[in-house]
């Protein structure tokens, strides 16, 4: 993506109009295939995240961010999120937190997902407050704070990294068979016991 940063207001202008969607994470590395097999019920994915249960709720209601592994299907269905899905609540919760309007949020998570999340590793998300911004190299956001554009950044592969492990000391549950996962906290034998009795 040479040739600076582009702005995701609105809709994709230039070069991201023209861009085609890709499916695989990370470009398609067996880490993030892996991480397809295994869902997040939306406590796991609030604790993940570091949002309140009322802001999953509302996001999933609104379209902001839905669970894309299962919607809630009326009362006592349980949403089960992704990965990705995480990493995305994670990056909406801090562009909140420094207070950039909703519907940039908006259009930043439609890029996100249009794009199938590849490189998301070494993207950069900027923003000003009005715009946000997407820099794919160091010399993007040089370029964008040169300009007097960018005021703050979210360099995604840290908020894939800070979720990843979270969701280690986390439960998750296999898509295939509803099996609990049990993350890599040793304290919880409890757990570990109820897995092996099922």
Known sequence: MAGGPYPLHGSAVGPLA???????????????????????????????AGITYRQLDYWARTGLVEPSVRPAYGSGT??????????VLKIVK????????????????????????????????????A?????????????LLQGG????????????????????????ERVDTGETLV???PTDELARRRNKAV
């Open 78 to 87: 349980q949403r089960l999120y992704s990965f990705r899905d995480v990493v």
């Open 18 to 48: 023209g861009r085609q969607s890709v499916t695989s994470a990370m470009g398609g590395t067996a880490a993030a295939d892996s991480t397809d097999s295994i869902g997040y019920r939306g406590p796991t994915a609030c604790a993940a």
């Open 183 to 185: 993350g890599h906290n």
């Open 94 to 129: 801090r562009f909140l937190d420094t207070g950039v309007a909703l519907q940039n949020i908006r259009a930043a998570v439609q890029h996100l997902r249009a794009r199938g999340f590849q490189d998301l590793e070494r993207m950069t998300l900027m923003s000003d407050g």
């Open 149 to 172: 554009q960018g005021v703050f950044g979210i360099a995604v592969g840290v908020v894939w990294r800070d979720v990843e492990s979270a969701l280690s000391q986390l439960h998750g």
């Open 131 to 143: 715009t946000v911004y997407e820099c794919s190299s160091p010399d993007e956001v040089v370029e």
